[in-house]
C-alpha cells in the first residue's frame, strides 16, 4: 500500500526556517521522483520542487530557487524540504506526492500518489 505522510509544517516568521519532511511506504525511492507541491487559498496548486529517484536529479520553481533545497535519506525511505528565507507568501498547504520513474516525459514526472497535506504559515 503508498502512503506518503508529511511532517514539520508550522507557524514561521519571515526570514524563517522549516524543513518539511515525506516518509513513504509502499515503495522505495529509487522507483519514484518525489515533488513537492503547495496551495494557497485561492490559488492553484504550484509544484514547488522534485527529486528524481533516477538519478538524483532536481527541479525549483523560479520562485523557490536558491531558499528551498529538497534532499532524501534512501536508508530512512524519506525526502526532505529545507525551506530557508521564508515569505509570507509561502504560506499554504505543501503536499508531497510520487511518480513512478517510467512516467518522466517533458522534464516532469506524473505525480498520481499524494500524501494529505500539512500547512505552513509564514507571518509575524
Known amino acids: 500500500q503508498v502512503q506518503l505522510v508529511e511532517s514539520g509544517g508550522g507557524l514561521v516568521q519571515p526570514g524563517g526556517s522549516l524543513r518539511l519532511s515525506c516518509a513513504a511506504s509502499?515503495?522505495?525511492?529509487?522507483?519514484?521522483?518525489i515533488g513537492w507541491f503547495r496551495q494557497a487559498p485561492g490559488k492553484e496548486r504550484e509544484e514547488v520542487s522534485y527529486?528524481?529517484?533516477?538519478?538524483?536529479?532536481?527541479y525549483y520553481a523560479d520562485s523557490v530557487k536558491g531558499r528551498f533545497t529538497i534532499s532524501r535519506d534512501n536508508a530512512k525511505n524519506s525526502v526532505y524540504l529545507q525551506m530557508n528565507s521564508l515569505k509570507p507568501e509561502d504560506t499554504g498547504v505543501y503536499y508531497c506526492?510520487?511518480?513512478?520513474?517510467?512516467?518522466?516525459?517533458?522534464?516532469?514526472?506524473?505525480?498520481?500518489?499524494w500524501g494529505q497535506g500539512i500547512q505552513v504559515t509564514v507571518s509575524s
Open positions: 506526492a510520487a511518480g513512478r520513474i517510467t512516467t518522466y516525459y517533458d522534464g516532469n514526472y506524473a505525480f498520481d500518489y
Open positions: 509502499g515503495f522505495t525511492l529509487d522507483d519514484v521522483a
Open positions: 527529486i528524481s529517484g533516477l538519478d538524483g536529479s532536481t
